[in-house]
């Protein structure tokens, strides 16, 4: 079960990195060959970084409500 909760959280963490790899690159002017412009790379990283540390939060939050560790 632990494997399956690793993977989840994994997968997210990957996209999140890869988001910033993204903003870093398009702040130095690097861009990849599938983006076709800079601001849109750079969306594509936000975007990539706020659903990965999104879902990750999300994740915790609701574990942590499940196993009633949140104060009221």
């Known amino acids: 079960m632990r494997i ?3 993977l989840m959280l994994l997968f997210p963490g990957i ?3 890869y988001g910033i ?3 870093r690159d ?3 002017g ?3 060959s599938i983006y076709i412009n800079v ?3 750079l969306f594509a990283g936000l975007l ?5 540390i999104g879902f990750i939060g999300g994740f915790l939050l609701r574990r942590d ?3 009633q560790k949140l104060k009221k």
């Open 15 to 17: 996209l999140a990195v």
């Open 26 to 28: 398009s702040f130095f």
């Open 65 to 67: 409500r499940r196993k």
């Open 21 to 23: 790899k993204l903003i």
């Open 39 to 41: 601001f849109v790379q």
């Open 4 to 6: 399956i909760a690793f």
């Open 30 to 32: 690097m861009i990849d």
């Open 48 to 52: 990539f970084v706020v659903i990965g």
